[in-house]
T-cell receptor, first 113, second 115 residues
Framework: GENVEQHPSTLSVQEGDSAVIKCTYSDSASNYFPWYKQELGKRPQLIIDIRSNVGEKKDQRIAVTLNKTAKHFSLHITETQPEDSAVYFCAASSPGGGNKLTFGTGTQLKVEL | GAVVSQHPSWVICKSGTSVKIECRSLDFQATTMFWYRQFPKQSLMLMATSNEGSKATYEQGVEKDKFLINHASLTLSTLTVTSAHPEDSSFYIC???????????FGSGTRLTVV
């Protein structure tokens, strides 16, 4: 089955700096890669996603890049703000895997003033 | 947008009892429901996938007789934790899909504490 690895597990940045979180996946048939932000005790919130027919997608301060050949994708947050502090999860799904989402291990992002 | 209502949001039960968690899709038909368990400071781990009217498919290591899943309609899926033990204490969360990987809508989660 699919295996998703995520790094780093914790990330501390100064307000205004950029943050980058990286994930790799194992199933070359995976074609959907969402990123979620989860605050303590809350449901995951979709912040951006990308499909395998696209290499990059941007939404204001958030961008995601996908390298299908290397099977890795990354989340980029620019101009970080204290409210960006949360746990971020990457995920992957493939039609052959029943479209179930396999999550990465998570990154605790802390944006310091 | 799509909304999934999950209840209860938290529950405390005694060891040996059973607890039922409900997830309802309020404004769309959930062809597929995914059930996850999340331990503190860990990731979401898929427990099972259920399709309306079919038996659930459980992930390796998940006891199907302990975690009963029912998906009798396109708007309701339930997870029953039977004979709960303290080690079952966790955050349980459902995610509904209309099919394919067109989008996943998460419930608000249930914090289960077994004492």
């Amino acid at each position: 089955g699919e295996n998703v690895e995520q790094h780093p597990s914790t990330l501390s940045v100064q307000e205004g700096d950029s943050a980058v979180i990286k994930c790799t996946y194992s199933d070359s048939a995976s074609n959907y890669f969402p990123w979620y932000k989860q605050e303590l005790g809350k449901r995951p919130q979709l912040i951006i996603d990308i499909r395998s027919n696209v290499g990059e997608k941007k939404d204001q301060r958030i961008a995601v890049t996908l390298n299908k050949t290397a099977k890795h994708f990354s989340l980029h947050i620019t101009e970080t703000q204290p409210e960006d502090s949360a746990v971020y999860f990457c995920a992957a799904s493939s039609p052959g895997g029943g479209n179930k989402l396999t999550f990465g291990t998570g990154t605790q992002l802390k944006v310091e003033l | 947008g799509a909304v999934v209502s999950q209840h209860p949001s938290w529950v405390i039960c005694k060891s040996g009892t059973s607890v039922k968690i409900e997830c309802r899709s309020l404004d769309f038909q959930a062809t597929t429901m995914f059930w996850y368990r999340q331990f503190p400071k860990q990731s979401l781990m898929l427990m099972a996938t259920s399709n309306e009217g079919s038996k659930a498919t459980y992930e390796q290591g998940v006891e199907k007789d302990k975690f009963l899943i029912n998906h009798a309609s396109l708007t309701l899926s339930t997870l029953t934790v039977t004979s709960a033990h303290p080690e079952d204490s966790s955050f349980y969360i459902c995610s509904a899909s209309t099919g394919g990987n067109s989008g996943y809508t998460f419930g608000s989660g249930t914090r289960l504490t077994v004492v």
